[in-house]
């Protein structure tokens, strides 16, 4: 299996523009989740989802952030309008249910300018 | 309020020494605890985990020992390796079901010098 994979591994945008990260999981993982890691803050959950349903979503910063898992195959995160204090690294992760254990993706590294 | 504390941001050791990492958390209704390794550029990979019905939990050169009492836990690295140089989260979670989720710490950076 590939992993988690996540695209793009870089974006570089500018204050204003909209932002959308996609994540892939692995096969066969019915949980999703989508982190955010910065130096003040460390690595936060942002939301979560399990079965393609959104389960908790308390730590989406604001309404400018919005994330979707139409399949089982597919999520994407989405910030609109971005601003420069969005500027991180934007991790997924998925997991099986009965493991404890989550895999994550390499990370979308944005800076907005 | 930050659930899960790691409160050493960095940790340098000699090639060979034990590391020791260390882990706190405030919620008493955690039952499962994991540690995680990360690489620069990548994300971070699991290394070990402890149920709360234990105290200890060895594989190879890593063992994790948990203090419920104290609601502490560590990470134990013998002998430490160059490569064992990375960032290392505790991770802290309710119930053995994924549907729940897992609250991070900061992390400790680990350097082994050669």
Request: aromatic share 12%.
């Amino acid at each position: 299996d590939a992993g988690v994979i996540q695209s793009p591994r870089h974006e570089v945008t500018e204050m204003g523009q909209e932002v959308t990260l996609r994540c892939k999981p692995i096969s066969g993982h019915n949980s999703l989740f989508w982190y955010r890691q910065t130096m003040m803050r460390g690595l936060e959950l942002l939301i979560y989802f399990n079965n393609n349903v959104p389960i908790d979503d308390s730590g989406m910063p604001e309404d400018r952030f919005s994330a979707k898992m139409p399949n089982a195959s597919f999520s994407t995160l989405k910030i609109q309008p971005s601003e420069p204090r969005d500027s991180a690294v934007y991790f997924c992760a998925s997991s099986f249910d009965r493991d404890l254990e989550q895999y994550f993706g390499p990370g979308t590294r944005l800076t907005v300018t | 309020d930050q659930q899960v504390k790691q409160n050493s941001p960095s940790l340098s050791v000699q090639e060979g020494r034990i590391s020791i990492l260390n882990c706190d958390y405030t919620n008493s209704m955690f039952d499962y605890f994991l540690w995680y390794k990360k690489y620069p550029a990548e994300g971070p990979t699991f290394l070990i985990s402890i149920s709360s019905i234990k105290d200890k939990n060895e594989d190879g050169r890593f063992t994790v020992f948990l203090n419920k009492s104290a609601k502490h836990l560590s990470l134990h690295i013998v002998p430490s390796q160059p490569g064992d140089s990375a960032v290392y989260f505790c991770a802290a979670r309710q119930g053995n079901t994924n549907a729940g989720k897992s609250t991070f710490g900061d992390g400790t950076t680990l350097t082994v010098k050669p």
